[in-house]
């Protein structure tokens, strides 16, 4: 599924070198808000996903009623 970048919670970053996740800075959040991202289910129990663009983010869904 494709969602807009405003219809998500940033939680981190995933790194490229797949060494871990850091913070997402507020000003990359903001440049981010109109992109398109893929979502795939990380975790059930904690309702995240990841967000695959140019780069990959742990993230919620603002209105999770929206999209069941």
Known sequence: MKVKGKE???ISWVKRDESGVQKVSDELI???QEDNFNIHS???S???L???GFNSFVVKLKNVKDYI
């Open 42 to 44: 990380l975790s059930i």
């Open 50 to 52: 990841i967000a695959c």
């Open 30 to 32: 903001e440049t981010m």
């Open 46 to 48: 904690e309702n995240t």
């Open 8 to 10: 998500l919670i940033f």
